[in-house]
């Protein structure tokens, strides 16, 4: 069974960097789009950066050059490096999983049909909380 786990969310100020990690249990990583989403208080998810089956890589234009996502398949652990973190970057964070069939490119722009992790199509890790203070 596919199961996430992240976690590595914490407070920080402004400029600092962090790092995420979500563990992934039996994840077929050739049929699975890894993506992180953000979700801020009161507003719908929004994805920031995915991972496809292949290893190619999409980014939100707010964290581009910012932020890094990547993947361990040896430890079987997805990362999201976060750097020149600012308070807008304040957010629940989750991990997530899609099987390729079910969006349609690798972009996080196609990623806009998933608005929250009450969203069956993905599998979701429980999320970690970010918090900038200026």
């Known amino acids: 069974q596919l199961n996430l786990v992240d976690s590595g969310g914490c407070s920080v100020q402004s400029e600092e960097s962090l790092r995420l990690f979500c563990a992934a249990s039996g994840l077929d990583y050739s049929r699975y789009r890894l993506i992180w989403f953000l979700q801020r208080p009161e507003k719908n998810c929004e994805a920031v950066a995915v991972?496809?089956?292949?290893?190619?890589?999409s980014y939100a234009d707010s964290v581009k050059g910012r932020f890094t996502i990547s993947l361990d398949n040896e430890k079987n652990t997805l990362y999201l490096q976060m750097n020149n973190l600012n308070p807008g970057d304040s957010a629940m964070y989750y991990c997530?999983?899609?099987?390729?069939?079910?969006?349609?490119?690798?972009?996080?722009?196609?990623?806009?049909?998933?608005?929250?992790?009450?969203?069956?199509?993905?599998?979701w890790g429980q999320g970690t909380r970010v918090t900038v203070s200026s």
């Open positions: 991972i496809g089956t292949v290893g190619t890589t």
């Open positions: 997530a999983a899609l099987h390729h069939s079910l969006c349609g490119d690798n972009s996080v722009q196609a990623l806009r049909i998933i608005s929250s992790p009450n969203d069956r199509r993905p599998y």
